[in-house]
Nanobody
Framework: QVNLVESGGGSVQAGGSLRLSCAAS???????VTWFRQAPGKEREGVAT???????????ALSDSVKGRFTISQDKTKDMVYLQMNSLKPEDTGMYYC?????????????????????WGQGTQVTVSS
């Protein structure tokens, strides 16, 4: 059973920055860790992914809406995944979740499918004001 705990959300003005953290435990090999976000009344959107958790080489992908502004990284010594969010916009507002799916090969085409993920954290709220 994978346990995920997010932190780091908050309220910022447009143009500001936040760093979200996802603490993972109990994960298997070849695990994706993906940040999703969901705004009220909208579908859950995959924002950034990193694979494999704890691996020697990172594969990452970002959604087009955040490229150039967000980066995803991991600290293998702490089993932590980070989402650095810069140049925040009001449309980045939402609940941010980290999610995992294990025992998978790297596949850039399918990481944003929320239904394929096995474990989810409780979420952390990000609010960006204009």
């Amino acid at each position: 059973q994978v346990n995920l705990v997010e932190s780091g959300g908050g309220s910022v003005q447009a143009g500001g920055s936040l760093r979200l953290s996802c603490a993972a435990s109990g994960y298997t090999s070849r695990t994706y860790v993906t940040w999703f976000r969901q705004a009220p009344g909208k579908e859950r959107e995959g924002v950034a992914t990193i694979w494999p958790l704890g691996g020697d080489t990172d594969f990452t992908a970002l959604s087009d809406s955040v490229k150039g502004r967000f980066t995803i990284s991991q600290d293998k010594t702490k089993d932590m995944v980070y989402l650095q969010m810069n140049s925040l916009k009001p449309e980045d507002t939402g609940m941010y979740y980290c999610a995992t799916k294990g025992n998978r090969r790297w596949d850039r085409s399918s990481w944003q499918n929320a239904h394929a993920y096995d474990s989810w954290g409780q979420g952390t709220q990000v609010t960006v004001s204009s």
